[in-house]
């Protein structure tokens, strides 16, 4: 079952929702997982398992740093691409993998994205979900 679920709320917040045939655990671990997320995205990824590591995605585009991690159920992270103005904070990530009949739910909320920034909702379902979803479930 895929479902998309796309919210604008306060605060420049994206809020998306998508279920994959797979275990939170799993999904979990190739989020953080360089050669993984490299290949379930299509670019050069590096990632980390670890809190306070820095990361990078889609050839440098995207950057940040793991704020909290929480084994196999939650990720948040910093987050910004090259888009941003230099003086821009980053913005927010947060992942949840929550357990669902045959798999997982992925909550995906990005939020304090600043003014002026391209439709990250519409990105995330292109470069990211529609790409994972073709990746597991081959």
Not at 4 to 14: L, Q, V, Y
Not at 120 to 127: D, I, L, M, Q, V
Request: glycine residues 6%.
């Amino acid at each position: 079952m895929e479902s998309f679920t796309r919210n604008h709320m306060a605060n420049n917040t994206i809020e998306l929702r998508i279920t994959f045939k797979i275990s939170p655990e799993r999904l979990y671990n190739a989020w953080l997982d360089s050669a993984e997320h490299s290949e379930m995205t299509g670019t050069s990824s590096v990632a980390s398992p670890v809190a306070g590591a820095e990361f990078k995605a889609w050839d440098g585009y995207i950057s940040g740093k793991n704020l909290e991690l929480l084994e196999g159920r939650k990720i948040v992270q910093s987050w910004r691409t090259t888009d941003f103005d230099e003086e821009d904070p980053d913005s927010r990530l947060e992942i949840r993998f929550d357990p669902a009949p045959g798999g997982c739910v992925l909550t995906l909320i990005h939020s304090d994205i600043p003014e002026g920034q391209p439709d990250y909702a519409e990105g995330w379902r292109e470069y990211y979900f529609e790409p994972m979803k073709a990746y597991f479930e081959q």
